[in-house]
């Protein structure tokens, strides 16, 4: 059954790289890349017992963390145009 | 017994599985970003939700079943915080939502214009 | 009180996620959530916005709530995306939160946006700009059922 499972999570994330591929704007492919990582959580958690090995699923927690860093840092490098934004900054000048 | 939490575990496994090709379907239908990301939430919260819900009653009691807990803390916390950045950002860049009806200038916020999301 | 609470949450989560139990390095686990939770003390996160420990009574009977209002929204989408003419009507709004703190904020803001079909877009200072999928999710938000709850967890 975890067969099943992990068909699904395959089909969803060749949907979601389908938008990724078409997305008019920047924000449709971070969305996408977003949605991609978190269906790899799930992935490694179902393949994880699929064979057997639920170690996969620490790999799947710091995968998450890393995941969510990196999709803030991609947008804030969109919005801002730079990494070391701080916003009172802005408000001071 | 176990036969009615194996039963319940696979009904939750096969539902989950549901839920995110519906939202996988939804990524790929929706018109524009801010509907994208409603159809990105059914997978984020149902799909996964009942996916690690149908793992853990598979895992039964013990460390697994925490790990897995962890890991659906993980989405709840996190996916809105996601979600409420990429749609702050989008309205920045100043891309128009589709919408059938707007409520922002009216009542008790403040008129028009200034509803992007900055903090003051 | 906060710090020892705080170190307390950092060794249970320690014992959780490492599974080894040698005295060697449950000691060491013991070390570091000390030393994490003094770090945070020092640096001035564990005040009731860092640490909100308060506000796990409220959650027990908040987050149950919660998952059901998912679950009904959820399916409410489902059944948009599967419709064969995709009936969305996408709807801006603004509504007042009535929490007053901001971890009660930011919960009324992430639980509109966790609830499929609606998405939080804006905060600022207590008016949020949602954004909703069709117009019946905007009135249920303006309705308020959902901030009267979140009003209700903060103070539990």
């Known amino acids: 059954m975890f067969v099943v499972a992990t068909a699904a999570v ?16 920047v924000f449709d492919r971070v969305l996408a890349g977003n949605t991609i990582g978190s269906l790899a959580i799930l992935l490694l958690a179902v393949v994880g017992f699929l064979t057997g090995r639920p170690e996969f699923l620490d790999i799947g927690l710091t995968y998450g963390l890393l995941n969510l860093i990196g ?18 900054e802005e408000h001071k000048s | 017994m176990s036969l009615v939490v194996d039963l319940l575990s696979w009904l939750l496994i096969v539902l989950g599985s549901f839920f995110a090709i519906v939202g996988g379907i939804g990524l790929v239908r929706m018109p524009d970003v801010y509907t994208r990301i409603h159809a990105a939430s059914v997978i984020d ?59 922002r200038g009216r009542g008790d916020g403040p008129a028009g214009g200034g509803t992007d999301g900055r903090q003051p | ?10 060794f249970a ?66 059944k948009i995306i599967l419709h064969p003419r995709l009936p969305i009507s996408p709807t801006m709004t603004v509504v007042t939160a009535s929490p007053r703190t901001a971890p009660g904020i930011v919960t009324y803001a992430n639980s509109i946006t966790l609830t499929p079909g609606t998405i939080t877009v804006g905060v600022n200072g207590n008016q949020l700009t949602v954004h909703a999928l069709v117009r019946e999710g905007a009135d249920d938000i303006e309705a308020g059922g959902m901030d009267a709850r979140v009003t209700r967890f903060e103070d539990a």
């Open chain 1, 71 to 88: 999709t803030l840092a991609v947008l804030k490098f969109f919005r801002h145009g730079d990494l070391a934004y701080d916003v009172e």
């Open chain 3, 1 to 10: 009180m906060r710090t020892v609470s705080l170190a307390c949450f950092l």
């Open chain 1, 10 to 25: 395959l089909i969803t994330i060749a949907l979601a790289l389908t938008r990724a591929i078409l997305g008019p704007t």
């Open chain 2, 45 to 103: 919260t149902l799909g996964a939700g009942l996916l690690i819900l149908g793992m853990i009653l598979q895992a039964g009691f013990g460390l697994v079943a925490l790990k897995l807990t962890f890991i659906l803390a993980l989405f709840f916390f996190f996916t809105p915080v996601v979600a409420h950045a990429l749609a702050q950002a989008a309205l920045h860049e100043e891309i128009e939502p589709l919408l059938a009806e707007d409520r």
């Open chain 3, 13 to 78: 989560f320690w014992l959780a996620l490492s599974g080894h139990y040698t005295p060697m390095l449950i000691t060491i686990g013991a070390v570091c959530a000390i030393l994490c939770a003094l770090v945070a003390a020092r640096v001035g996160v564990t005040e009731t916005e860092g640490h909100p420990v308060h506000l796990l009574r409220g959650a027990i009977t908040y987050w149950p709530w919660l998952a059901c209002e998912i679950a009904k929204s959820g399916w409410a989408v489902t």
